[in-house]
């Protein structure tokens, strides 16, 4: 069944409101906004429908082209190319004091438009946005104040990108995501609570642990990433005023690194879009947490650009640990050349903005008690996948003990659960 049929379009939209924003308890009296792609406009319309029957005041949306970015940072000049209109930075930070919700569905014409513009210029766009929605960021995003939610949409020229230039590529990669979102199943709101319990069940015994170091190893990757004491596990699900998923599909338990503590080297093992650019085979050397020099077969400049964004986009602000027994989406052999899905088949590290609700009691800590604790701050944040069925993660505990966590890409030990 195509995902564009009447009865899946609703399914997902009851999914994406069930579970990406908390159902009734995080969207009733409250407006909503949607980020959307132009053929994610059914999907638009079905989940406009599905918030405004369970009690949304507003349903806004934004329109997302890759092609019109393009256009803008071809064509601007140096001054209105970071000039970003208050009333579009607006939609995402007026959602915060009244706890509204948003989403962005993940799907877009021509996804590398960006890639023929300079790198350099796309950077400083892209930075210029995130600065705008500052407010949302810190106090919505950062405090899990407001639920927020990524999901997939199949497109004709993502499916190509993905399958080449076959007549079916499209109803090829509809056909994936139903699998790794459990589509198929008439109960997938309730397989994706059980899923989310289950997460969390593996983030408490990693938490249990006392994790100092996590040591990732595998071919052309040594790589330490220390913890601070107060760093605690999470998953695709969110505990604050509302019970939500931030990514729709998740099979993650991430938390927040020492951003000082990082040593070693690590290759990516997916191709990684930075700035609407894929940048294949980076490898990475890190000292005393900051990236000391690097490599890459192509899309190197887009890595740099990012990389002088600001004094944080070079340390890391999030570790993340996936197990590809436990992930569909590396079940189905495909490389999605997008970050939602690529990340949830992989250990991935993050380049920039940390997650403050990942330290205990970070939410309410001030800026200097962040630093204190190695939290990073960025304008960025770039995920970079770093496993395979190759790669192993130990635990370096505090106690001195070591525990396999990953072995060979999978769960191991009493985290295989």
Excluded at 90 to 101: F, H, K, P
Excluded at 109 to 131: G, I, K, N, W
Excluded at 307 to 336: C, K, N
Aim: proline content about 4%.
């Amino acid at each position: 069944m195509p995902l564009t049929s009447p009865e899946l379009l609703h399914r997902y939209a009851r999914l994406v409101v069930e579970c990406g924003w908390g159902g009734r308890a995080g969207i009733a009296g409250r407006p909503v906004h949607i980020q959307h792609g132009i053929e994610a406009y059914p999907l638009l319309l079905a989940i406009a429908e599905e918030a405004y029957r369970q009690g949304a005041t507003r349903v806004d949306y934004t329109t997302w082209s890759p092609r019109l970015d393009a256009l803008h940072v071809t064509h601007a000049t140096d001054a209105s190319l970071t000039d970003v209109p208050a009333t579009w930075a607006d939609r995402w930070n007026d959602l915060v004091d009244v706890r509204g919700a948003t989403l962005r569905i993940e799907g877009v014409d021509d996804p590398f438009a960006l890639a023929r513009c300079p790198a350099d210029r796309v950077s400083r766009f892209e930075a210029a946005r995130t600065a705008a929605r500052e407010h949302f960021y810190t106090e919505g995003l950062g405090r899990n104040t407001t639920p927020w939610c990524i999901i997939p949409f199949a497109t004709a020229d993502w499916g190509r990108l993905i399958f080449g230039d076959v007549p079916d590529a499209r109803a090829r990669l509809e056909t994936a995501l139903v699998t790794v979102l459990g589509l198929d199943h008439d109960d997938c709101v309730d397989r994706w609570w059980a899923r989310g319990a289950r997460i969390a069940r593996r983030s408490a015994l990693l938490d249990a642990a006392g994790i100092e170091w996590l040591h990732v190893t595998g071919p052309a990757t040594d790589l330490m990433v220390g913890l601070h004491p107060l760093a605690r596990f999470g998953g695709g699900m969110h505990h604050g005023e509302v019970r939500f998923f931030a990514n729709l599909p998740t099979f993650e338990n991430y938390t927040t690194p020492d951003h000082r503590r990082t040593r070693g080297v690590v290759s990516m093992t997916r191709p990684v879009l930075i700035n609407g650019q894929n940048v294949e085979g980076l490898r990475v050397e890190f000292a005393d947490g900051r990236v000391t020099g690097f490599t890459a077969r192509e899309g190197g400049d887009a890595f740099r650009a990012m990389l002088a964004t600001d004094e944080g986009a070079g340390l890391l602000g999030e570790v993340a640990l996936v197990g590809i027994d436990d992930s569909p989406i590396y079940s189905t052999g495909l490389v999605f050349q997008n970050i939602l899905l690529d990340e949830n088949a992989a250990c991935h590290i993050a380049f920039g903005r940390a997650y403050v609700d990942r330290l205990e009691g970070g939410t309410a800590m001030s800026r200097d008690e962040l630093r204190a604790a190695g939290c990073n701050d960025s304008k960025v944040h770039r995920d970079c996948m770093i496993s395979d069925d190759r790669t192993s993660v130990t635990a370096i505990c505090r106690d001195g003990s070591r525990r396999p966590v990953i072995d060979r890409g999978a769960w191991t030990g009493d985290f295989a659960l």
